[in-house]
């Protein structure tokens, strides 16, 4: 079933809500992949930055967990391949 990329941009928007971001910035960069053997069936390559207070007391691989975990069942489909660019909380900007 393909998935429109706004429509899969929102669902990240709304799963990340859990983690009470001060800032999230979700990049659709699904044009790039093209003709990409995950991108045929309407997979989506997206990239990720989120500011959370959640991430206080964890490091970048907990972070990373925390979010992916959001995920876990839209991976690999629509969710092609999701690249999270920066985990910050408040403090480290």
């Not at 859990?18 to 990239?47: C, N, Q, R, T």
Request: glycine fraction near 6%; proline fraction near 5%.
């Amino acid at each position: 079933m393909f998935y429109p990329s706004q429509m899969i941009s929102e669902e990240i928007h709304l799963r990340l809500a859990v983690l009470k971001p001060e800032y999230v910035d979700v990049y659709d960069d699904s044009a790039a992949h093209a003709g990409h053997a995950g991108s045929v069936a309407g997979g989506g390559h997206f990239d990720l930055t989120i500011v959370s207070s959640a991430f206080a007391g964890k490091n970048t691989l907990a972070r990373h967990r925390m979010v992916m975990a959001l995920f876990a069942d839209l991976i690999p489909h629509p969710i092609h391949a999701l690249s999270i660019k920066k985990t910050l909380t408040p403090d480290e900007l």
